[in-house]
């Protein structure tokens, strides 16, 4: 894939994301606007480059905004100039964000009441926040003190339950989102579920949920060689075998280069109900002065 051929314009947060290919050689894709997605594996699995292709169909519709978190930089620095928040390795950032996104969830969900409707829809105009994170852990389990993390845990979650009918999607990575990295309560809220290369049953069954390996549906059977090789639990809820799509550095720096120029341009002609759905929080990168 190149930039040439996917002009920004052309995609919206609405429309499949395409994420790779099923073992019958149909595409595999998942509409996000309405799930989050949890992503789980062990390193080298695959689950950066998953994380990358959603966050790329992201920066390429303009009816998406992005707010990316990234504790190691290096996954979704890429992007941080299609983004309008990126958060390093920073947990009071990353406690900043998910409080300032749950102040959106807020203004949204009161507005929406007003207007007595239940969820966004495309209709209104209003633009959907993607909240990639890459290894959540970081922030839940491993960083700051313990009260820090109880708050970011805390946050995260009310996010994760409350931000999908207006228009706030989580997608989450972790190696293994067992209890102690994710509170069973939050695991739980994630509808999509993309589970790559684990060593234990249990670990496979944590991302794709309980029981699946009984039925055969077990992330320990992959070769630890195919990258990208994944079970990915979404629409119909059955796990469907996917060779993820892959991006290269350089298509992902074409790319989000043309999304990055893509989005100055539309951000002099958004429209008002646009901004009316987006600028009631104020956001900010991480490392800018306040
Ligand atoms: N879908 C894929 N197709 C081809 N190679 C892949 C794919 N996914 C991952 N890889 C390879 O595996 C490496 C590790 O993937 P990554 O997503 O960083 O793993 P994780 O985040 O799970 O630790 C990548 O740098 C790439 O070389
Ligand atoms: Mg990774």
């Known amino acids: 894939m190149t930039s040439g051929s996917v002009p920004v314009g052309s995609l919206s947060i609405w429309d499949p994301i395409h994420l790779g290919t099923d073992e019958t050689g149909r595409r595999a894709c998942i509409t996000l606007a309405e799930r989050n997605m949890l992503i789980g ?36 620095g890429l992007w941080a100039d299609c983004a309008d928040t990126f958060v390093g390795p920073s947990i009071d950032d990353a406690i900043d964000v998910m409080h300032g996104l749950q102040h959106l969830i807020d203004q949204r969900t009161d507005a929406l009441l007003t207007m007595k409707r239940r969820k966004v829809t495309p209709d209104l105009g209003w633009p959907v926040y993607l909240v990639p994170v890459d290894e959540v852990a970081y922030f839940s389990a491993t960083v700051g003190t313990p009260a820090q993390q109880k708050e970011f845990n805390a946050a995260n979650r009310d996010v994760i339950a409350r931000g999908r009918a207006p228009g706030i ?11 102690d990295i994710i509170p069973t309560s939050l695991r739980d809220l994630f509808g999509y579920r993309w ?8 670990s496979s069954d944590t991302i794709l949920g309980h029981g699946w390996a009984d039925k055969g549906y077990s992330a320990t059977e992959i070769d630890p060689q195919a990258r990208g090789v994944s079970w990915l639990r979404a629409e119909d809820g059955i796990p469907r075998r996917v060779k993820a799509a892959y991006l290269t550095d350089n298509q992902i720096i074409e790319l989000a280069d043309h999304a990055a120029r893509a989005r100055t341009r ?5 429209t008002a109900a646009s901004q009316a759905g987006s600028k009631v929080v104020r956001l900010r990168k991480s490392g800018d002065a306040a």
């Open 195 to 202: 589970a790559f290369r684990c060593s234990t049953e249990a």
């Open 266 to 270: 539309g951000t002099a002609s958004a």
């Open 41 to 76: 594996g062990e390193p080298g699995g695959g689950k950066s480059v998953a994380l990358q292709l959603i966050t790329a169909h992201g920066a390429l519709a303009p009816d998406c905004r992005l707010i990316l978190i990234d504790g190691k930089r290096v996954e979704l």
């Open 169 to 179: 999607i989580g997608v989450e990575a972790t190696q293994r989102p067992s209890a």
